[in-house]
């Protein structure tokens, strides 16, 4: 055992039914260090880190700390040994002010069992402040968790992980849902949590964010670790080409982007917000067969835009026309009947029934269109099913399987697969990608193309930049609910996006 | 204004409508409820079931719910009757060790309860539906028929009367317990297992562990419930608890805790208890006054209680219409 590692994971397997979820997977993590683990989903990077924090008993390997073998049989005895777990599912309690879910399970003790409140507010606001000014008004102790947007709710679930004061911290897709400048402010926290000498693990797939703080990463494939290299001495193409298993790059092809441009006949659908729950007076149009991007910092009204469209919203003060027709949309139903369809953010929440089957899945919202008689016409539906999942390049074991034997890529397919079953003419996306491997964006980069070539109207909100840049015909940047800048063509750039997302002054209307 | 309009914003801003609604009721139509020794009785009447109603909601703000409380109440109250024997002074061991041991029973059912949810993984309301029967049978087996005695001391001590009655007192004991137990870390430990047993998981928290107290305290809480009782009616009957259990459900959903866990009060079920009688009560006044038929008295009782139950969803209808 080398003195220099703090934790290491040795030749640790771990089976789910069939499934293998790890394979002799090993690594080590050194003190002051940031150790990354790569690899795309169901690669087995989660379950490792979900191994390492206690959450999941491997079936075989072994773990050491600070030069002992463990075995945790809880996440208790993990976060007893000093190891704290940032997680990708929020683990917060809605109902709990910050303050009281920062501190769940080690609150400060007084005596008789009591909580000592005063030392648990101290403390907290010394937490929150490393966050106060990348954070709303809203993020105070006494605000319940479930008030916060999902940003902010992320940040305190770091802080309640910092919290414990751990030796090892495990950031499992903590980014995910954060804006530029949370992740800026993260990143330089965790430079000094490194020099107080805590060894770091952070699990993404963000390519970027590797290169800006981890020392050394692991890279898992199929469960099985496939190579160990240093940042500094290593590429974005090495990176993935360990990830992905292959030489091809899938990621951000140029193709994707048709080169010409979505010809202007007369607008698919047309929106204006004179006043909305955080939209403030903005006005948009989408035209067939383009991908109108929608980008800005998170919770900048993009998604209550959407929902907007899809009627999601009553009660606001907007009109809307639908191919030059007004139309008022007062339930999802309406607006679904109209030909629009709606892909949330949060599949686990919005968009799936955890334990239902791949086919009700699909089906859902079409059942309406396969029965015969009063009968359902399964057949039909199975049909249909799998030539959407085909469509898709759905990776599944059987139609009747749950949903939930799928991947997060593979899930998100199936959120997008129900709509398509409904052939909808306007395609509102609230940031598909989120959280999905390398492999399965491209897939669905290429299948935003195609549906972009048969006509539709795609409305695409994402917190991914290079999306934005690389599909889009024209992003519009949303700012406090308020479009801050609309570019397109040669105006499409990084530098652009960047400062509108801003706010900063300088690019004016990019209609051609 | 703003005292009013802060305590509509209150989860159990409906207990408190219906308390208002069915006190006003009460004193157009039957004044005399109102004298302090009327006023007493009834009170201690009430006693009982706004223990089972905090029982209740320490349950269901750990996620599950407990359709054997009545059951427990019953078993709880017979042991009692059973150990205090046929004098009217059988002594203080006899006296308070019945106590004891009826408060004992309680609790150890209701930590079979929770044993069956937390560790067995059972539904709530399957398992203790189930239990109940199994309570209610070892009722009937340690005392057959109604009957039994109650020592004359415990009779007097929940008819005592010091500055305000003694279940004044007793509630208002209840409200400091409570307040003291919203400061520990089991309070933390009980909403965070109700509001999301995945996030008291990773925290660190034993959510069996968790279920398992709510359960067991629910028992002890019953187990009082039984004794107030018990000294109240003087006597024994195996049967006695059974209304109680829906009851004290519906105090918990009127007093605005969410069934499915993790956010209301104990207030507003203690509200919601009274208020529940004071309901049952005009009923019994209109069905009375109105000349109906007693057999009425169910069907309409029953009608209250689902309106009762229902009220909340009705109220969230009404303002999400724009």
């Known amino acids: 055992m080398s003195e220099t590692l703090l934790l290491q994971a040795q030749r640790v397997s771990k089976r789910y039914g069939a499934t293998i979820a790890l394979q002799e997977a090993s690594f080590g993590l050194r003190k002051g260090e940031v150790h990354a683990l790569l690899g795309a989903n169901g690669s087995g990077k989660s379950t490792l880190a979900k191994v390492v924090a206690g959450v999941v008993a491997p079936d075989g390997g072994e773990i050491w700390l600070g030069g002992q073998a463990v075995r945790f049989r809880n996440p208790l005895e993990a976060r007893a040994a000093g190891i704290a777990v940032v997680y990708q599912e929020l683990s917060l309690v809605e109902d709990l002010s910050v303050q009281d879910n920062l501190w769940l399970g080690h609150e400060p003790p007084a005596r008789f ?29 006494e605000t319940l968790a479930g008030e916060l947007p999902p940003d902010e709710r992320q940040l305190v679930e770091i802080l309640k992980a910092v919290s414990l004061e751990p030796r090892v911290l495990v950031l499992d897709e903590a980014t995910a849902s954060l804006d530029g400048r949370q992740v800026e402010r993260l990143f330089g926290l965790v430079g000094e949590w490194k020099a107080r000498g805590w060894g770091i693990v952070i699990v993404t ?20 670790v496939v190579g160990e290299v240093r940042i500094g001495e290593t590429s974005r193409e090495e990176l993935i080409g360990l990830i992905s298993g292959e030489a091809s790059r899938a990621l951000h092809s140029a193709e994707a982007r048709a080169s010409a441009p979505a010809r202007r006949t007369s607008p698919l659908l047309s929106l204006r917000v004179r006043r909305g729950r955080k939209l403030r007076g903005l006005e948009l149009e989408v035209y067939p067969g383009e991908i109108l991007g929608l980008g800005g910092l998170h919770g900048q009204g993009q998604s209550e835009l959407l929902l907007s469209l899809f009627g999601a919203l009553p009660g606001q003060d907007l009109s809307l026309r639908l191919e030059g027709q007004p139309r008022a949309f007062r339930h999802p139903s309406e607006a679904m009947r109209a030909g629009l369809a709606y892909v949330p953010g949060d599949r686990n929440r919005e968009g799936l029934l955890a334990a239902r089957s791949i086919l009700e899945n699909f089906l859902l919202p079409s059942w309406k269109s396969y029965h015969r008689g009063p009968l359902l016409d399964l057949g039909q539906a199975r049909r249909a099913a799998l030539e959407v999942g085909e469509k898709l390049k759905l990776k599944f074991g059987a139609l009747d399987d749950r949903v939930t034997s799928l991947s997060g890529g593979n899930a998100q397919k199936v959120v997008l697969g129900k709509w398509l079953l409904r052939s909808p003419r306007v395609l509102l996306l609230d940031d598909p990608t989120k959280g ?29 930049d290079d999306e934005l840049l690389s599909l889009c015909d024209r992003v519009l940047v949303l700012l406090e609910g308020r479009i801050t800048a609309e570019l397109s063509h040669a105006e499409l750039t990084r530098d652009r996006l960047i400062r509108a997302s801003l706010g900063v002054k300088e690019v004016v209307s990019g209609e051609p | 204004m703003t005292l009013l309009r802060r305590l509509l914003a209150q989860p159990y801003a409906l207990a408190l409508i219906l308390l208002i609604l069915g006190l006003v009721v009460t004193a157009l139509f039957q004044p005399a409820f109102f004298t302090p020794r009327t006023f007493a009785n009834n009170l201690r009447t009430y006693l009982p079931l706004i223990l089972l109603a905090v029982g209740q909601t320490v349950v269901v703000l750990g996620g599950g719910i407990d359709l054997s409380l009545g059951a427990i109440l019953t078993l709880s109250s017979v042991v009692m009757v059973q150990a205090f024997g046929m004098e009217a002074d059988p002594g203080p061991l006899r006296t308070f060790g019945g106590v004891a041991l009826g408060l004992l029973v309680g609790t150890l059912a209701g930590a079979v309860n929770g044993f069956c949810v937390a560790y067995l993984r059972l539904q709530p309301i399957i398992a203790t539906f189930a239990t109940s029967f199994i309570w209610g049978g070892l009722a009937l087996w340690v005392l057959p028929q109604p009957g039994g005695n109650v020592p004359t001391v415990l009779q007097d001590f929940v008819r005592a009367y010091f500055l305000m009655p003694f279940s004044l007192w007793a509630v208002l004991a209840i409200l400091l317990a409570w307040a003291w137990f919203l400061g520990t870390r089991w309070a933390r430990a009980l909403y965070a297992v109700g509001g999301n047993p995945q996030a008291a998981f990773t925290s660190g928290l034993s959510v069996e562990r968790t279920r398992l107290g709510a359960y067991a305290a629910a028992g002890l809480l019953t187990g009082l419930g039984a004794f107030f009782l018990t000294a109240d009616i003087a006597t024994g009957d195996p049967l006695i608890g059974g209304p109680l259990t829906l009851a004290s459900v519906v105090a918990v959903v009127i007093g605005g805790t969410r069934l499915s866990g993790g956010a209301g009060g104990i207030v507003g079920s203690i509200l919601g208890a009274v208020a529940y009688y004071l309901l049952k009560n005009v009923v019994a006044l209109s069905v009375f006054n109105f000349n109906l038929s007693p057999q009425w008295q169910t069907l309409i009782d029953g009608t209250v209680i689902v309106l009762a139950l229902a009220a909340p969803g009705l109220l969230r209808l009404v303002r999400r219409q724009p």
Request: proline share 3%.
């Open chain 1, 113 to 141: 069992g009591r909580v000592d409140a005063r030392a648990a507010r101290a403390r907290t606001e010394a937490l929150l402040g490393l966050f106060e000014d990348v954070a709303g008004p809203r993020f105070a102790p």
């Open chain 1, 205 to 224: 797939h963000r390519m970027e964010e590797i290169f800006r703080v981890a020392d050394r990463a692991t890279v898992l494939r199929n469960g099985q």
């Open chain 1, 436 to 464: 999905i491997d390398v492999g399965a964006k491209a897939e669905f980069y290429q299948l935003l193309a195609e549906l972009r070539a048969q006509g539709l109207g795609v409305v695409f909100y994402s917190s991914d």
